[in-house]
């Protein structure tokens, strides 16, 4: 996946893909060992809050939204970053 941050934004279809490497992960969840276990409950974190920050953007722009905010790009770029480490990190 290219790298949002230079950009300063995402899309909604986006998360769509970085829902998919959490999926992956949360397959194979219980065989990280316990440093990848506590990049994972740090980065899990982040994806709560990034969910939550995308509902609320949805919820406030309903159907005129195309893009979220700067702040929200950067922690979805956090949250990719995490679970691309974690992913590589189990290979």
Do not use: C, P
Not at 10 to 24: A, M, P, Q, V, W
Not at 58 to 81: G, I, N, P, R, W
């Amino acid at each position: 996946m290219e790298n949002k941050t230079s950009e300063n934004k995402f899309k909604l279809s986006d998360l769509t893909n970085l829902e998919l490497i959490r999926g992956e992960l949360q397959l194979q969840a219980h065989l990280f060992k316990e440093d990848v276990k506590a990049d994972w409950e740090k980065v899990e974190k982040e994806w709560n809050h990034l969910n939550s920050e995308v509902q609320h953007v949805k919820a406030t722009a309903k159907d005129s939204m195309k893009e979220v905010s700067a702040a929200t790009s950067l922690l979805f770029q956090a949250v990719h970053d995490g679970y691309v480490k974690i992913k590589d990190s189990i290979k």
